[in-house]
């Protein structure tokens, strides 16, 4: 195909992702985005915020900032360490967007994040209309504070005056430009966007364009971030020694996660430690009733769960240990290893715990990982 093409709705103008139908061309980037878009919204109800805690003086800083921004119509990145409490920072800006008549969006990459978000929205602002949108659950799409993945912003275009986007460097929205250009369609007005582990780039980028960054290097319990213990084992031994490990947290009343590289993997080595430790489960991206597995975890009805990356961000556990097994694997980024090891110690009640990372030996991620987490600690003990 010689002509130069521009998809008008993804922005694709790719010519390895056009095709060509009776003729025409036809964008191949877009073709599985389809479905009903909403052309029109209701105005939200005033904001019914209601928070039991206070914010801590570093989170009340930095949630009037963004507040500030908003309203001189700057856009924000608060790049914040896993368990600084990010949710909380974007409180005061919704209540605000609310009482002004505003329509308000939460946009995260995976699906796990979208339904315990609308969780923690409907006991905070309890009186408003919370929806969620996400695959398999797009009956409902308007409401006063919408919840939903980055796949389902096709939707909702010139749509949002308050776009906040959680875990920006997440996949499978980093590195995809289809999505990207959905998410900058979406906005009517100004975004904030929330992380754990932007990159240098991504924030050099991002101060280019006239924008603000926020930091905020202490969780809200203002207890250091776990510093990961490294283990070396040949691939054999390491499976024993990993049963041996969970057994031990297990006999000390401690819910266990191992993160495993692959979905083979979580499904071998399941069954592998299943025939040592029983109430267990696993979990990966495509498993069904993921839901129902981590409620019973949160029940207490699961001792321990393997799991792959997909509960890397996003969700929070009381008085977690976490296992990275073959934590050596390329799949394994310094940022993915911070933010699973981030999983640990996010409750005032229970701060601390072990994260483990077993593999053949130490790779350049591992270090790294370690790297930032020290230092991240010593801007804490700066602080203080």
Same mark, same amino acid.
């Given at each position: @195909?010689?002509?130069?093409?521009?998809?008008?709705?993804?922005?694709?103008?790719?010519?390895?992702?056009?095709?060509?139908?009776?003729?025409?061309?036809?964008?191949?980037?877009?073709?599985?985005?389809?479905?009903?878009?909403?052309?029109?919204?209701?105005?939200?109800?005033?904001?019914?915020?209601?928070?039991?805690?206070?914010?801590? #003086?570093?989170?009340?800083?930095? +949630?009037?900032?963004?507040?500030?921004?908003?309203?001189?119509?700057?856009?924000?990145?608060?790049?914040?360490?896993?368990?600084?409490?990010?949710? =909380?920072?974007?409180?005061?800006?919704?209540?605000?967007?609310?009482?002004?008549?505003?329509?308000?969006?939460?946009?995260?990459?995976?699906?796990?994040?979208?339904?315990?978000?609308?969780?923690?929205?409907?006991?905070?602002?309890?009186?408003?209309?919370?929806?969620?949108?996400?695959?398999?659950?797009?009956? #409902?799409?308007?409401?006063?504070?919408?919840?939903?993945?980055?796949?389902?912003?096709?939707?909702?275009?010139?749509?949002?005056?308050?776009? %906040?986007?959680? *875990?920006?460097?997440?996949?499978?929205?980093?590195?995809? =430009?289809?999505?990207?250009?959905?998410?900058?369609?979406?906005?009517? !007005?100004?975004?904030?966007?929330?992380?754990?582990?932007? +990159?240098?780039? @991504?924030?050099?980028?991002?101060?280019? /364009? !006239?924008?603000?960054?926020?930091?905020?290097?202490?969780?809200?319990?203002?207890?250091?971030?776990?510093?990961? *213990?490294?283990?070396?084992?040949?691939?054999?031994?390491?499976?024993?020694? @990993?049963?041996?490990?969970?057994?031990?947290?297990? $006999?000390?009343?401690?819910?266990?996660?191992?993160?495993?590289?692959?979905?083979?993997?979580?499904?071998?080595?399941?069954?592998?430690?299943?025939?040592?430790? /029983?109430?267990?489960?696993?979990?990966?991206?495509?498993?069904?009733?993921? *839901?129902?597995?981590?409620?019973?975890?949160? $029940?207490?009805?699961?001792?321990?769960?393997?799991?792959?990356?997909?509960?890397?961000?996003?969700?929070?556990?009381?008085?977690?240990?976490?296992?990275?097994? =073959?934590?050596?694997?390329?799949?394994?980024? +310094?940022?993915?290893?911070?933010?699973? +090891?981030?999983?640990?110690?996010?409750? /005032? #009640?229970?701060?601390?715990?072990?994260?483990?990372? %077993?593999?053949?030996?130490?790779?350049?991620? @591992?270090?790294?990982?370690?790297?930032?987490?020290?230092?991240?600690?010593?801007?804490?003990?700066?602080?203080?």
């Amino acid at each position: @195909m010689d002509d130069y093409f521009k998809c008008s709705f993804c922005g694709n103008d790719d010519p390895k992702k056009v095709g060509s139908l009776n003729g025409k061309p036809y964008c191949r980037a877009c073709i599985n985005f389809s479905g009903h878009k909403v052309d029109s919204a209701k105005k939200p109800q005033a904001s019914s915020f209601n928070l039991s805690y206070n914010l801590t #003086k570093e989170q009340l800083k930095i +949630s009037e900032k963004i507040l500030e921004n908003y309203k001189n119509k700057i856009d924000t990145l608060v790049n914040a360490v896993t368990g600084a409490g990010k949710t =909380e920072l974007i409180f005061k800006v919704i209540d605000y967007a609310l009482n002004n008549g505003q329509k308000i969006g939460f946009v995260a990459p995976r699906r796990e994040v979208v339904i315990e978000i609308s969780h923690r929205f409907k006991k905070v602002f309890s009186k408003n209309e919370i929806v969620s949108v996400y695959g398999g659950h797009t009956e #409902k799409l308007d409401g006063d504070i919408i919840c939903l993945t980055t796949h389902q912003l096709y939707r909702y275009e010139n749509f949002f005056d308050l776009l %906040i986007f959680d *875990e920006v460097d997440a996949f499978p929205y980093v590195g995809d =430009e289809v999505l990207s250009h959905f998410f900058e369609k979406s906005i009517s !007005g100004n975004h904030v966007l929330l992380s754990a582990t932007p +990159s240098k780039e @991504m924030i050099k980028r991002y101060k280019q /364009k !006239g924008r603000e960054v926020l930091s905020l290097n202490v969780r809200y319990h203002s207890n250091p971030l776990p510093v990961p *213990e490294i283990i070396i084992l040949p691939s054999f031994i390491s499976f024993f020694y @990993m049963v041996r490990m969970i057994k031990n947290f297990i $006999r000390n009343r401690k819910k266990v996660f191992v993160f495993v590289p692959t979905i083979q993997k979580c499904k071998t080595i399941y069954k592998f430690t299943n025939l040592f430790i /029983k109430n267990g489960s696993y979990i990966h991206s495509k498993r069904e009733n993921k *839901e129902k597995i981590i409620s019973k975890i949160r $029940r207490k009805e699961i001792d321990y769960l393997i799991t792959t990356s997909v509960l890397e961000r996003g969700v929070t556990f009381d008085d977690l240990q976490v296992v990275i097994f =073959e934590a050596d694997h390329k799949i394994f980024s +310094s940022e993915t290893l911070i933010q699973i +090891s981030g999983r640990v110690g996010r409750k /005032k #009640k229970y701060p601390n715990g072990k994260v483990v990372f %077993i593999g053949k030996r130490k790779s350049e991620e @591992m270090q790294d990982c370690i790297d930032v987490i020290t230092r991240k600690n010593r801007d804490l003990q700066d602080l203080f």
